[in-house]
């Protein structure tokens, strides 16, 4: 399904650990099976570059009356996953993510890390041309963050053993989709193909 890399990767590139959090560790409703699979290989890259990497927090609102518009009625179905019932500490980082010194963190109410009024500046202040994507989920958060980046214009490279989704099926037609119809867009390697073309 990867091809590997189109090129060797610069020093302007950023990667953007999505999402891992305990809400999408242990939360009974939102949590995903596979996180714990995938997180040595998240952890790898991450310690490989902890200042060329930040980390996304997905904040849901603290009741659904909070949420804007659609968002509504989004958390009215999704009632556990608001901060009154899950509490606060669910929109942390894992443990094992929380204790290294990377280079920042993006809060963000919506999919997109794009949907962050601080995700553009921080991209812009630091030169960044590549995003290498890691986390969950793979159809949503990742696939949101993947189209918008392609719209802003950036290369965008999908660690392809270090991203997973609670719906596996979803998961593998994302991937599939990216390789067979974003090909000039969107790059699927493995996290040894990107450490080994991280160059800069």
Sequence with gaps: MSAGLHAQIDGHALHVVIDMQVL???????????LRRILP???????ARPQQTVCTRFVPPARPEDAAASWQRYYHYWRNATLDRAGAGAIDLV?????????????????????SPDFAPLLQQRGVTTLILSGVETDVCIWATALSAIDHGLRV???????????????????????????????????????????A
């Design 24 to 34: 999408f560790d242990s939360h009974p409703e939102w949590g995903v099976a596979d």
């Design 41 to 47: 290989q998240v952890l790898r890259l991450a310690q």
């Design 95 to 115: 443990s094992e993510l929380a204790v290294l010194p990377i280079a920042g963190l993006v809060d963000k109410s919506g999919y997109s890390a794009h949907s």
């Design 157 to 199: 490279i999908i660690a392809r053993d270090a991203v997973t989704s609670g719906d596996l099926n979803a998961h593998e037609v994302i991937l599939r989709l990216a390789a067979e119809r974003f090909a000039q867009q969107i790059e699927l390697a493995s996290v040894d193909e990107i450490l080994a073309g991280w160059v």
